[in-house]
């Protein structure tokens, strides 16, 4: 068996952490010269390089990037031995590796995640954000307990992965007040030639939110494309126009962004999914992300129907969200 020098992992992964070999050899209290040695060692040992040079910045490469990737979880585990030889940790406390999806908004992805994060024996958060190919990828190779996305993972492909679904969340439309007074009477054809803040192009949500729109043949207006939810948002408060918000961040908006509602987008709705390796979940941090998300999306459904928040498109309820199958699904071989 060849065996790995965590001496010149480790010191790969400060430079990796500090961005250079300069700051890396001050932090280390080594020279540049011995620092390049020891990082062309482990290059060599490995067979491929782990930095290219742009410009006067070394940037990671797909090789670089999973070593980088073990190399967190090797010296945060040495860490933790550490604690628990010198008895300043009872336990040992793994992390709990999640992949993001990009378009995901955060809010939704961290309050997806927090009944993980409270269960016994998870003690960290490593949350990675990419696209979801890049993901599924990690997860195969066992370097993420689970995938958070806001779509399933394709049919075809070459992972063995499986979707369970957490739940859906309404999509409501939000404004100022001042832009909710004029344009809430007769919506939803009051839309036509609204000032409207969307998704871009790109994501599915937008794909849903354009059918609605053109099933309705309302011609609106719009003003800003965002990929970040977040910008998206900060440009309503300063009334730039209307945006569609998810159910499960109306509080988020209403209470720190002062937007009120102005209608529904009946039958648009954002499905949340975790994916994992596992038909039926065992992890107990995914398997408790599960059951609580399901509760907390239900519930969601359930105040935006009774009308207790959300302004409805009609005088009917609008429908609530299916409720999630305890079953999941199979989406990739």
């Given at each position: 068996m060849e065996?790995?020098?965590?001496?010149?992992?480790?010191?790969?992964?400060?430079?990796?952490?500090?961005?250079?070999?300069?700051?890396?050899?001050?932090?280390?209290?080594?020279?540049?010269?011995?620092?390049?040695?020891?990082?062309?060692?482990?290059?060599?040992?490995?067979?491929?390089?782990?930095?290219?040079?742009?410009?006067?910045?070394?940037?990671?490469?797909?090789?670089?990037?999973?070593?980088?990737?073990?190399?967190?979880?090797?010296?945060?585990?040495?860490?933790?031995?550490?604690?628990?030889a010198r008895g300043s940790s009872s336990q040992r406390q793994i992390a709990l590796r999640v992949g993001i999806v990009s378009s995901l908004p955060k809010s939704v992805a961290y309050r997806l995640?927090?009944?993980?994060?409270?269960?016994p024996g998870y003690g960290s958060l490593v949350a990675r954000q990419d696209r979801f190919e890049r993901l599924l990828d990690e997860l195969s190779a066992g370097r993420l307990h689970l995938v958070l996305s806001d779509a399933a993972a394709p049919e075809s492909g070459a992972h063995r992965a499986y979707a369970h679904v957490l739940g859906e969340s309404p999509i409501l439309l939000y404004g100022t007040r001042a832009l909710a007074a004029k344009y809430r009477p007769r919506f939803p054809q009051s839309l036509n030639g609204a000032p409207l803040l969307l998704p871009t192009a790109q994501t599915s949500l937008r794909t849903r939110l354009d059918r609605w729109l053109g099933e309705r043949e309302?011609?609106?207006?719009?003003?800003?494309?965002?990929?970040?939810p977040s910008l998206m948002r900060i440009a309503g408060a300063n009334g730039l126009g209307l945006l569609p918000v998810r159910a499960a961040l109306r509080a988020e908006v209403e209470d720190g962004f002062s937007l009120v509602p102005v209608g529904t987008f009946d039958d648009v709705v954002e499905r949340y999914y975790v994916v994992s390796t596992e038909r039926r979940v065992h992890h107990p941090a995914v398997s408790a992300i599960l059951e609580q998300a399901r509760v907390d999306l239900a519930n969601d459904g359930a105040e935006k129907q009774n009308g207790k928040k959300a302004v409805s498109s009609k005088a009917r309820p609008a429908r609530a969200p299916a409720r999630a199958r305890p079953k999941s699904r199979k989406t990739a071989r």
């Open positions: 065996w790995l020098n965590y001496h010149h992992l480790f010191y790969f992964w400060r430079i990796a952490r500090e961005g250079g070999l300069s700051r890396a050899a001050e932090q280390l209290r080594l020279t540049h010269s011995t620092l390049s040695a020891q990082l062309k060692a482990l290059e060599e040992f490995f067979g491929g390089p782990l930095f290219e040079r742009r410009g006067r910045r070394l940037v990671l490469t797909p090789l670089g990037e999973n070593a980088a990737s073990y190399a967190d979880d090797i010296f945060r585990m040495g860490s933790e031995l550490v604690d628990v995640l927090q009944p993980g994060l409270a269960t309302i011609r609106a207006q719009v003003v800003g494309e965002f990929d970040d």
